[in-house]
């Protein structure tokens, strides 16, 4: 079982005519193995939203992709044309939004929205109608033939969410990349499409790319994760070691921040621990390790280059000056 | 002790109005909503979407009338006050929204926006008022340097700090956190769940934590109280509700608080 | 069903408010058509005070409008004294002349501004968007009646369009084939000034809304799913961009009978236009009337045409069930 999609060096800036360049990645680099759940954890100005919309070559307009590669199935997808690319989004790389509310049209039944997406790929009229039909049967059971006559503002958050997941699996991709697929949902109906999605992972081989803020949404879902600070890697692995047993300074203070489950009153501290600080904008001149600033264990050497990925061990990588750098 | 707050079957039902105007049923959104919350203490409300706890939000600032029932700040009952008596009432309770860039003018700068309910209340004279201002926004954790920042300069938790600010600026009794932490990132959420946590005694603030994050609403309430269908279904203290969840809806929330949050690791040091 | 009777007895009170007033002011109005009859020393006095009797003008005023409102309800719609005939049977004449040419320039500005506005909004910023924006700019600049004497001048040098009329003399006598070709020509400039002085607005609005919707969250997701670029501006886009347009379309159906008016005295249309310009200089107080009052009838018409029309468009508007 080969990775299918590799991702190197990719490097995305925004222009600003105010504050000018501002780098959104510097030199991610990653892969995705088939029938995989990668959790992608980065915080608001993490670069994590330009990641997804870099993988199918989807940045809204001031931003820009300054280098690196998005390899699929032996394609570089940033090299490709705008009709090659079109082939592939939606057929065998499927975005799947943060707010479903605003990611269907407002006018169109949702049953023509899913046969929308089989009609981009060449399905015929008949094809197109009973493959819709299929789809939203699987995601919605008994149920389907009314959500496929309703409009979306009829349907609930949780609804319109699974009717973004018909139409991205519609055409049977390889590869789903949800973006905070869960963020305007309650914590009930979050946990029903996290069921959804690991059901598709079993039936239909799906690899997925989970991206979130939530550290809580990834334990016991991913495979892998992949921390993502200030536009660059600081620590990926296997979710088990990099969720139970985090290696770079930032990972340990982001999972401290969760309040503990449930424990008892007398028992716990008074305050949750925090990280100092916000996140900073990255400007192109900006050298050492992005964390240094807010870092408690930072030394010498972390203000004046910044740290390389360094893998400890199975498969696990951490960019830190403390395991060499 | 009386208690601050006192809430006494609330109904609140909107008329839904179809194309033509006429009247197309009636939604309850509030169906008898009973409870107390007293001076310092934290409740926080928790449910689904839909459950209608952001109406109840709404209803008890004075924003919504409820339909029927009764709320009772400091033992005055609210619906039976004057104009006055209320417009004196209302700045008790606060109210600070999940989107802090929805309620925040963006024009303003966050000196003017914290200053404002000060000008309109007219209690401050106006010598004292930029003191008073630099004391609310280092209160909420803002440096001097910040405060000719308009809000579209300010990180998201840095605006929902701005937004708490503006709302202690009235020296409010009850201050009512509506879905105030959901959109902001974990490391931020626990800055400013820190923040309620430390102003609370210092202010003697009680606080009404709107929330679907049982996690969260474990960790800084005392009591829970869970929604369903306009109605709570559960009340208790957190520990109560979170060790032993009665009701389904209540032990679904929690089964989603547990299965995502396995242990929160301690690891590295 | 509710809804339609509520908006129907809307527009008749509305119509009936419009009747009064425009009959009220008419009647404070100095001078009527009699005393311009009575200055021609070849009628006598007589004559006149009988001509008044006959049409009631020497009555009361509330007696005056509720027999006017009899004939309206008769449909005579008063009498006009110029023409020595019931006004309703000029009207219908003179008002399918005017639906003739304002329905065919209406429908034609809006098939242009569809394209050009989706076109130059696509194109935000780029050269055909300035190209349609610098075009659309100097026409908002010129006025309607420059711009149809500046046609006519155009007409009359070039020899290449009639001047004026709805018809060829002895049109008569031609084939039906040669009649409608004779027809097109003589609307070609009247249609041709109508359309450049409404377009620049429509393209405007067109483009306006679509820029807006261009940037909206649905269009990127579709835009992810691999529809194709056209697809997505004609099907997704422009139906998400209807509503303003819709009601400026019925906006422009409302307008169809008083749009045209300077266009149609200009080019010697034999619309609304002249005979209303005509009947305001002689007095002729129910053509008058009547003219305002066909006006008010398609304005009406107009915007509950747009209401149906957004009513079949939007489904936010239709929905009538809880918000889930």
């Known amino acids: ?54 993988l199918l070559c989807l940045l809204p307009s001031p931003g820009r992709i300054l280098g690196g590669s998005v390899v699929f199935q032996g394609k570089n997808l940033l090299a490709l044309g705008e009709e090659e690319l079109r082939g592939i ?25 899913v046969e929308e997406v089989l009609r981009a790929h060449g399905l015929p009229a008949a094809a197109r109608r009973q493959n819709a039909e299929r789809v939203l049967a699987a995601l919605f059971g008994t149920e389907a033939a009314r959500i496929s006559g309703s409009y979306p503002h009829q349907l609930s958050g949780g609804q319109r969410q699974r009717v973004l997941i018909a139409q991205a699996i ?12 869960t963020a305007a949902l309650d914590s009930v109906t979050e946990a029903e499409i996290l069921e959804i999605f690991a059901r598709l992972r079993r039936e239909l081989h799906l690899a997925l790319v989970l991206i979130t803020h939530n550290p809580a949404l990834l334990a016991g879902f991913a495979d892998r994760v992949l921390v993502l600070y200030a536009g660059q890697v600081a620590e990926v692995g296997p979710a088990g070691a990099v969720l139970a047993a985090p290696q770079h300074p930032y990972t340990q203070a982001l999972l401290r921040c969760l309040p503990p489950v449930l424990t008892r009153r007398e028992t716990r501290k008074p305050l949750l621990p925090v990280i100092p600080g916000d996140a ?24 004046a280059r910044s740290p390389l990925l360094t893998e400890l061990a199975g498969a696990h990588s951490v960019s830190c000056f403390k395991f060499g750098g | 002790m009386e208690p601050l707050l006192s809430v006494a079957g609330l109904v609140k039902q909107y008329v839904r109005t179809g194309p033509a105007g006429g009247s197309r049923g009636i939604l309850t959104a509030l169906d008898g909503v009973t409870f107390t919350l007293a001076a310092g203490r934290t409740l926080a409300v928790v449910g689904r979407s839909g459950s209608g706890k952001s109406t109840l939000a709404l209803c008890i600032a004075g924003l919504e009338r409820p339909t029927a029932g009764s709320i009772l700040v400091e033992g005055r009952d609210m619906a039976s006050l004057g104009a006055t008596e209320l417009r004196a009432l209302r700045p008790r309770i606060q109210l600070v929204f999940q989107d802090p860039a929805a309620s925040l003018n963006p024009r303003f700068t966050a000196e003017q926006l914290v200053a404002e309910p000060l000008q309109v209340q007219g209690r401050v004279p106006a010598r004292e008022r930029p003191g008073r201002v630099r004391l609310l926004m280092e209160c909420v954790g803002l440096s001097a340097a910040m405060r000719s920042r308009t809000p579209g300069e300010f990180s998201g938790g840095q605006r929902q700090r701005l937004a708490i600010a503006r709302a202690l600026a009235l020296e409010p009794r009850v201050l009512i956190l509506d879905e105030a932490l959901s959109a902001l990132d974990c490391s931020v959420q626990a800055q400013i769940a820190n923040l309620v946590a430390e102003l609370q005694p210092a202010l003697r603030l009680s606080c009404l934590f709107i929330t679907h994050d049982l996690r969260m609403a474990g960790w800084l309430a005392d009591e829970i109280a869970v929604m369903e269908r306009g109605r709570i279904v559960e009340m208790g203290s957190s520990e109560a509700v979170v060790e032993s969840p009665q009701h389904g809806v209540t032990q679904s929330l929690v089964a989603a608080a547990r299965a995502r949050g396995a242990a929160p690791p301690q690891a590295g040091r | 069903m509710r809804y339609l009777l509520r908006r129907a007895l809307h527009a008749l009170l509305l119509l009936f ?12 109005a100095p001078g009527n058509y009699l005393d311009e009859m009575r200055l021609n020393p070849q009628i006598a006095p007589e004559t006149i005070s009988a001509l008044r009797a006959q049409y009631g003008m020497d009555r009361p005023f509330p007696v005056r409008y509720l027999r006017w409102l009899g004939s309206v309800l008769r449909g005579e719609w008063g009498f006009s004294f110029a023409y020595n005939r019931p006004v309703a049977s000029l009207l219908v004449v003179r008002a399918r002349n005017t639906l003739l040419l304002a329905a065919t320039a209406t429908a034609l500005a809006w098939l242009l501004a569809l394209p050009l506005g989706v076109w130059s909004a696509e194109r935000a910023g780029h050269w055909p968007d300035r190209l349609v924006s610098a075009g659309s700019a100097a026409l908002l600049v010129i006025p309607e009646l420059v711009l149809a004497l500046g046609l006519l001048i155009l007409a009359v040098r070039s020899g290449w369009f009639p001047a004026g009329g709805l018809e060829s003399l002895g049109s008569g006598s031609l084939s039906a084939g040669r009649k409608i070709a004779d027809l097109a020509r003589h609307l070609t400039l009247p249609v041709a000034a109508l359309v450049l002085s409404s377009i620049p607005l429509l393209i405007r609005h067109v483009r306006a809304a679509v820029a ?65 310009l005509e009947a305001i200089l002689t007095r002729d107080l129910y053509v008058v009337i009547g003219c305002v009052l066909l006006s008010t009838l398609f304005l009406v018409g107009g915007n509950l045409a747009a209401d149906l029309l957004l009513y079949w468009a939007d489904p936010r508007i239709r929905w009538e069930g809880p918000e889930p």
């Open chain 1, 1 to 54: 079982m080969g990775s299918i999609l590799a991702v190197r060096d990719l490097h995305v800036a925004y222009d600003s005519p105010t504050a000018g360049e501002t780098i959104a990645l510097a030199g991610v680099s990653f892969s995705v193995e088939a029938g995989e759940i990668l959790g992608i954890l980065g915080e608001s100005g993490s670069g994590k939203s330009s990641l997804a919309a870099s």
């Open chain 1, 89 to 113: 989004r939606g057929a065998c790389i499927s975005l799947i939004f943060q707010e479903p509310t605003l990611a269907l049209h407002p006018t169109l039944r949702v049953g023509r929205q």
């Open chain 1, 170 to 181: 519609a055409c049977g991709p390889s590869l789903l990349i949800a973006d905070e697929p």
């Open chain 1, 280 to 303: 900073p904008r990255m400007t192109a001149d900006a050298v050492g390790c992005r964390f240094e600033p807010r870092c408690t264990e930072r030394m010498e050497q972390c203000a």
């Open chain 3, 17 to 28: 408010g419009v009747s009064l007033l425009a009959f009220m002011f008419a009647a404070m």
């Open chain 3, 212 to 276: 807006e919707v261009l940037g909206s969250g649905f269009l990127w997701a579709a835009e992810a799913h691999g529809i194709s670029r056209r697809r997505l501006l004609w099907r997704h886009a422009l139906p998400a961009a209807a509503n303003p347009l819709i009601s400026l379309f019925g906006f422009s159906l409302g307008g169809l009978l008083s749009g045209s008016l300077i266009v149609e005295v200009v080019m010697s249309w034999p619309g609304l236009g002249p005979l209303l």
